[in-house]
């Protein structure tokens, strides 16, 4: 995604970030497929931070295990939340992603901490204003950092 809002000469933007347009490799590398609705932007125009919000939608999904169209039981439901009253993650983690990945697998304390820096990415992925959201290659930093740090 970096590459595509960053990397060539005309931007890129997907439009379409969901899950089945996600595989995994043999090295368990992700790729993106499906550029059916991606196309060159000029830079005045449409921007990359709805590729931004989608991949949070994404990250949240993974995190959980809930469907973005799952009703009241939604990723939208638990990103309403969470945009609207900023209380996400909070010392109290019951209901939050933290708690719902917790529930799925049994982890150490340490994945736990990883969980939890993921879920206050995300809440900054789909903030209201695009403006807020950080680019491809700020998320592309703290990921890394997130899998390298020893917690």
Known sequence: MAY???????????????????????????????????????WSKLREKSDVYSFG??????????KSSDGENSVFTWISYISEYARWPSDDISGTIVEEFCKLYPIEHNVRAQVMDCAKLVKRFVKRNPDHRPNMIEIEKALRLIKTTRY
Do not use: M, W, Y
């Open 4 to 42: 595509l809002h960053h990397g060539l000469s005309k931007r890129i933007i997907h439009h379409n970030i969901k899950p089945p347009n996600i595989f995994l490799d043999q090295n368990d590398a992700a790729k993106l497929f499906d550029f059916e609705c991606a196309i060159p932007i000029p």
């Open 57 to 66: 939608i994404l990250l949240c999904e993974v995190l959980t295990g809930k």
